[in-house]
Nanobody, 120 residues
Framework: QVQLVESGGDLVQPGGSLRLSCAAS?????????MGWYRQAPGKQRKLVAAITTGLGTNYADSVKGRFTISRDNTKNTVYLQMNSLKPEDTAAYYC?????????????WGQGTQVTVSS
């Protein structure tokens, strides 16, 4: 079982920056998990923001490319999301996701979320 705990959400002005963290715990080998950040605004579907593979490959939603950076520290079992040039439309609950692939089966785990509000 994997437990994921997000932190770093806050109220920030447009143009500001935040860094989200997601710490994983449990009897896991963190480095073999695909990690991602998703967000969900009120009344909308949860969507992928950024993901990082076990080989440190990354991909981003078009709306955050050039502004957000995902990274991971396998020694700390932690994945980060650096968010710069924040916009009001980035306001959402941000969720950490971990996926383990075994024999073609995906085992996914979610954190409880952290709120990011971008407003003046």
């Amino acid at each position: 079982q994997v437990q994921l705990v997000e932190s770093g959400g806050d109220l920030v002005q447009p143009g500001g920056s935040l860094r989200l963290s997601c710490a994983a715990s449990g009897s896991i080998i963190f480095s073999i998990y695909y990690m991602g950040w998703y967000r969900q605004a009120p009344g909308k579907q949860r969507k992928l923001v950024a993901a990082i593979t076990t080989g440190l490959g990354t991909n981003y939603a078009d709306s955050v490319k050039g502004r957000f950076t995902i990274s991971r520290d396998n020694t700390k079992n932690t994945v980060y999301l650096q968010m710069n040039s924040l916009k009001p439309e980035d306001t959402a609950a941000y969720y950490c996701n971990a996926v383990l692939v075994i024999d073609g089966n995906n085992y996914a785990y979610w954190g409880q979320g952290t709120q990011v509000t971008v407003s003046s």
